[in-house]
Every structure is written in C-alpha cells, then in structure tokens.
C-alpha cells in the first residue's frame, strides 16, 4: 500500500524520511486527509521536512478529533449523518464509513433504574478503528461539545467514534440478516490518579455506557430481524487475538457477560448457546474474525458463541 501519486511525490520531492511517511501514511489510512493536513501544520513549525521523525505525528490524532468533533458534533445534533473518523482500511484512506445520529434511546432494564446522561445515540457503519468492512457500532457521544472532545482526546483504546466513552460493535451479514456482537468496551481508561483526571466528572456522568449501547445495538438489530449472536466473555480472548502473556482478566470476562445477562433479561430476550445450525450460519458468513473463526472451526460455537432472541 502508499499514498496516492500526487500524495507521493509531495513526500519525496521534500525528502520527508521513510519511517515518518510511514507513520504519516498509518493515521492517513485510518482517518484520511485531514490527518495529512494536520501533518502539514506540523511540518511549517520544522527547519526541514527532512527533520521531521515518527514522534512528530503523536498529536495528529488528538488535532483531528478536535477539528472533526467541531465539524460533526452540531449535525449529530440536528439528526444529521456524517462520515466517519476511522475509515475501511480497504479504501485506503480515500472514503469514510458513515455516523448515523438515532436520538435518544431510554434503556430497559431489569432490576434497580440506572442513570442516562443527555447526549447522542450513534451508530456507525465500516467506522471501527482498524479498518475492518462490514463492522456497525454503538455509541453514546457527551451532548456538550467540549466534553465530547475531552472524551475523544483522552488516553484509550478509542475504537469507535470520538466523544463515546464507551461502545458496542459487531459485524453484520446483511444479505442474511446475521449480525455478530464481539465488543462492548470502553474507549477510553476509567479515570485513576493522574490518568484521565479533567474527564473524571464526565465519565462519571456516562458510566453506564456499556448498557446504553447494547440497549440501542439489540434493538436497532432485532426491529430489522437481525439474527443476533453476542460473543461469550470467556471468548473475547480469542476474538480480540489477546496476548497470551497478558492474559484477559476474569473481572473482564465476568463483567461482559454480567452486561449481557442483564440487558438481554431487561429487553425480555432469551440468551441461547449456539446449536449446530447456528454455528454452520455463522461459518459460512464473514461476521467472525480469524481468530474466533479458528475456534469455532476446532472447537464448535458453543463454548464461544450465544444467540439471543
């Protein structure tokens, strides 16, 4: 993969060196050309393009989010779809995904009431951080712009849209209305010491996150007759191809399946290990990834896989 010819010869004309075109091309791939007109910016502040090293790029981000929040966040508002932050890695830098604004979703919930937060239903489209096609995800974004940005600017996975201080995504196989949950995560580090300390009242405000996504993931898949699947705790290791030196913890694993159970018994959903014909479905459709695709091959979809109905 490289940039576009124009793109390209830019880059070589002012002998901008490998490893920092190489990082440039990285963040322009995930987020497209505002990434490279950041870098620019940054490049006026250096005597010589060919001074300019990998570090230089570690903000690019951060700008980005900023920029894209103020473009985005007063159409979200107004119910308005955008494109998205993160791009399919496919299209190599050159088309978003789409952000699709829902409103309002008041969560049902089995046992004590849990506080919702004013703010911005999303769901985005080929908009997960890796590039990954055929991806769809939840997110609630802070209804006050500045606090999305302070979301979107702090340390975290930040896989999803920015402003969310948390999300739920899958894949889907539209043509057979199959839909496969395999994350429900934060995007950003819950709030200790130092860490993330000006978004603490914020992440507060939104620390049910994780059950106001998979509110709007079930509903939205079930009103559109989605076969739905949710990934089993003890397989999100497998799923995300986790490190086996730094294992999952079973605080985790028990906390994702604690959401599911919960939610699932607030919407009146009936939660089902997958049976044989599910797992020949789900084989023959691409919502797995490699590593849970193994698995399930080895081992069966049972063990890994419930459906919920």
């Given amino acids: 993969m490289a940039f576009p010819d124009h793109i390209e010869r830019v880059f070589e004309a002012f002998g901008v060196p490998p490893d ?47 920029r894209y929040l103020k473009r985005n966040h007063p159409r979200w508002l107004e119910g308005t779809p955008t494109g998205s932050f993160y791009r399919p890695r496919a299209l190599e830098g050159r088309a978003s995904g789409i952000a699709l604004p829902l409103g309002p979703v008041e969560p049902k919930l089995f046992g004590d009431d849990q506080p919702v937060p004013k703010g911005i239903l999303m769901q985005g489209r080929n908009a997960h951080f890796g590039g990954r096609q055929e991806t769809i995800s939840f997110d609630f974004i802070a209804f006050e712009l500045d606090d999305a940005i302070a979301i979107g600017q702090a340390a975290g996975q930040q896989h999803t849209l920015p402003g969310s201080v948390g999300e739920t995504s899958g894949s889907v196989d539209g043509a057979n209305s199959l839909a496969l949950i395999w994350e429900i995560q934060p995007n950003v580090y819950k709030p200790a010491g130092d860490r993330n300390r000006n978004i603490a009242k914020i992440y507060r405000r939104h620390r049910n996150w994780h059950i106001i996504t998979l509110v709007a993931a079930l509903e939205w898949l079930k009103s559109r007759h989605f076969r739905t699947y949710i990934v089993r705790g003890e397989a999100l290791a497998v799923t995300h191809e986790v490190n086996p030196s730094k294992p999952l913890s079973n605080t985790i694993i028990g906390l994702h399946n604690r959401t599911v159970a919960n939610v699932t018994a607030g919407l009146n959903m009936k939660l089902t290990s997958a049976s044989h014909d599910d797992e020949q479905l789900l084989l023959e459709s691409d919502v797995m990834n490699v590593g849970l695709y193994n698995h399930v091959t080895l081992y069966g979809a049972a063990d890994a896989i419930r459906r919920a109905e």
């Fill in 20 to 66: 920092t075109k190489n990082a440039v091309y990285e963040l322009y791939v995930a987020m497209g050309e505002e990434a490279l007109e950041v870098f620019g910016e940054i490049a006026e502040s250096i005597p010589s393009p060919a001074d300019l090293r990998p570090e230089h790029t570690v903000t690019i981000r951060s700008q980005v989010v900023e």
